[in-house]
């Protein structure tokens, strides 16, 4: 569902208040960051969307795309089933042109570096010609800081928000990818019209591009 106008109003005013507490789930009438970003991304999508690296009970798809797609990641965390399941993400096991939009949230920077170039190249077979790709990325800072709150948060509270610590991270990941390699791996995997859009109610620490399939 997507949030009214009130809705974001309030997320914008208390953004460093939800920065530090609110990471998957809504509470007090305001969202998590997690769902801001599904919220952002749903509205760029164009119709049946491919999300990669879903994560936990594959949001994206089920809750703001009313199931109108498929969500597939590489572990099993919880809420995923063995459709959501794939061993490796070399090759996406869909035949080309099925998808409106192909999304990856908050993840390019967890593809493997040297694989980063062969999972685009997929995003742009299995999508159809005139549809988008969706790829959100945090500001540098924004993103160092929040991943350590969140793994400090967990450590003193022993809650486990933080999917990064539940899965180990391998070598070839990052906290983070700058605009520039985004720009150029999108480019080199085919995609055009490529556009930055940033997130207004995380005050700009946050944002998103897309690029066309023409
Ligand atoms: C920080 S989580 C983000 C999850 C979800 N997209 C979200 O926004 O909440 C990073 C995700 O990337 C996934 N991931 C790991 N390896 C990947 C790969 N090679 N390609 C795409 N995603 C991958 C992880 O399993 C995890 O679900």
Redesign the pocket.
């Known amino acids: 569902m997507k949030r009214s106008t009130w809705k974001q109003f309030t997320d914008f005013v208390t953004f460093p208040l939800r920065a530090f507490i609110l990471f998957h789930e809504d509470r007090w009438g305001l969202s998590s960051l ?1 769902s801001e ?1 599904f919220d952002y991304v749903s509205r760029e999508v164009m119709g049946y969307c491919l ?5 936990r009970h594959n949001r994206l798809i089920n809750e703001f795309m009313a199931g109108r797609g498929k969500g597939i ?3 099993p ?1 919880e809420g995923l089933t063995e459709e959501n399941l794939v061993p490796d ?1 070399f090759t996406f096991p869909f035949e080309e042109s099925t998808f409106d939009s192909v999304t ?4 390019i920077n ?3 570096r040297s ?1 980063r170039d062969k ?1 685009l190249s997929e995003a742009y077979r299995v999508l159809r010609s005139n549809g988008n790709i969706i790829v959100t990325m945090g500001n540098p800072l924004a993103e160092l800081v929040v991943h350590k709150v969140v793994w400090l948060y967990d450590k003193l509270l022993g809650t486990t928000y933080d ?2 610590s539940e ?1 180990v991270m391998g070598e070839e990941e990052e906290y983070y990818l700058i605009d520039r390699e985004i720009v150029e791996r999108l480019s080199r995997a085919g995609f055009q019209r490529i556009e930055k859009k940033y997130f207004f109610t995380q005050w700009g620490l946050n944002h998103l591009f897309s690029g066309c399939k023409t």
Do not use: K, S, T, W
């Open positions: 997690a970003r999300d990669i690296g879903c994560g990641d590489v572990f965390y993400l990856f949230i908050a993840n967890h593809v493997p694989q999972e999917m990064d899965r």
